[in-house]
């Protein structure tokens, strides 16, 4: 009986500790949409970026990639963005994907412009940039510096 009570208890101190962990995994990944505004934004392609992605406006992160879409007619990849409400975005603004690192992971880069109009919800940013391949710029200068020998 003393052994059934053993095993009860420390059973139950392993489920506290994973939901502890858990709940503190959650908070520290910040995983909770923001309640602010959605922008779209069009591009060639995404590059790797996925929905939950950061939206960041000089390093500093003000908002999350909320959805992607293809456009059916052009083609396109759109981009929407739940980006937080006190932050307004200047209507000649631009995008592009970044890297976040070598090992991987982008993130939307907004880089504001000077107009003094300001987006409202839901309007398109088209001034992109498609992110940079690092596999393609080593393919190239791998196959020019092949060809250069030749």
Not at 28 to 35: L, P, S, V, Y
Request: aromatic fraction near 6%.
């Amino acid at each position: 009986m003393q052994r059934n009570m053993l095993e009860t208890v420390m059973g139950a101190i392993v489920l506290l500790t994973a939901v502890a962990f858990v709940s503190l995994a959650y908070e520290a990944a910040n995983i909770r949409g923001t309640d602010g505004y959605e922008l779209e934004a069009e591009f060639g392609a995404t590059g790797g970026l996925s929905v939950g992605d950061d939206v960041r406006i000089s390093g500093i992160k003000v908002g999350r990639i909320s959805r992607q879409e293809l456009d059916p007619v052009t083609y396109a990849a759109r981009i929407v963005m739940s980006l937080d409400e006190r932050i307004r975005i200047p209507a000649d603004s631009s995008a592009r994907i970044t890297a976040a690192s070598l090992l991987g992971g982008n993130y939307l880069e907004l880089i504001p412009g000077a107009d003094e109009d300001m987006m409202q919800p839901g309007e398109v940013i088209y001034d992109t940039r498609d992110p940079v391949s690092l596999t393609d710029l080593l393919g190239k200068a791998v196959f020019s510096a092949a060809n250069d020998q030749s």
